[in-house]
């Protein structure tokens, strides 16, 4: 036999749950029934996720207990991972592109939500599609003009070399620019992202070639008038 309760209202703690299937009062069960206090969500990061989900959220707050749910507008709620009464991590769920509000629930399959205000915007993902130039120094600080699947620049804030990253990016024209960092020499992937988290599947390359370095050169003076041909050796020299 099963029957279904709307809890009232009550101050956080433990209480006694009976129930009356008669004039002739309640039962006497003694079963415990625990009143949680309400979740408080302070902050989360990043606040902006591609539309396809992924990227993990990190959610801080008060009273995150119990079998915690997170809520992004729309879509079904996701199981959180509970990290600690103040911190609990979520897979942000696939959802259209816009603002969504964002809630937690806890309790008993996550029926309580909190009512924070907090929002969570989703963005198209964009995809690089071109990078010019191609190539540049071990010692880095090349401005690298990296073109987009979108022309809504807004939706990139970072990108990353290799994985060094994320850089800071600016708006360029159709797609935005970042300099490159020092590294060893080789080809790196290039990415993007439109929150430091998440980044787009690229096979775009940038190689860092060797810096070239003169040792000597032989002859070591030739005439004002030109057309000597003048031997330079040292590293560095492909491409």
């Known amino acids: 036999v099963e029957v279904m ?4 209202l009550h101050a956080a703690g433990v209480v006694t749950l009976e129930v009356s299937a008669s004039e002739g009062g309640f039962s006497t069960s003694q079963v ?3 009143y949680q206090p309400a979740a408080v969500v302070v902050s989360m990061q990043p606040t902006s ?3 396809a989900g992924v990227g993990v959220v990190d959610i801080a707050g008060k009273h995150l207990l119990g079998d915690v749910l997170c809520g992004f507008g729309s879509s079904e709620p996701v199981s959180a991972h509970v990290v600690s009464s103040v911190l609990v991590k979520c897979e942000a769920p696939a959802h259209a592109p816009g603002v969504a509000g964002f809630e937690i629930g806890t309790g ?3 029926q309580q939500f909190s009512s924070s205000g907090l929002v969570y915007e989703y963005a198209d993902e964009a995809r690089v599609v071109g990078i010019e130039p191609h190539e540049g120094p071990q010692d880095g600080g090349t401005m690298v003009r990296i073109a987009l699947s979108t022309v809504d620049t807004s939706v990139v804030s970072a990108c990353r070399f290799g994985t060094i990253g994320p850089l800071t990016s600016r708006a360029a024209g ?3 620019e970042c300099a490159s960092p020092a590294r060893e020499g080789g080809p ?3 990415s993007v992202s439109g929150n430091g988290e998440v980044w787009d599947v690229s ?3 940038f190689v ?4 070239s370095t003169v040792l000597a050169v032989a002859p070591a003076s030739a005439s004002t008038v030109g057309g000597t041909a003048v031997r330079v050796m040292g590293n560095g020299f492909e491409g």
């Open 5 to 8: 309760c709307i809890a009232p």
């Open 188 to 190: 790196v992937i290039v």
């Open 108 to 110: 008993d399959e996550g």
């Open 174 to 176: 159709y797609g935005v």
């Open 32 to 34: 415990a029934f625990a």
């Open 49 to 51: 996720g591609p539309t």
């Open 203 to 205: 096979e775009l390359g």
């Open 208 to 211: 860092y070639m060797a810096s």
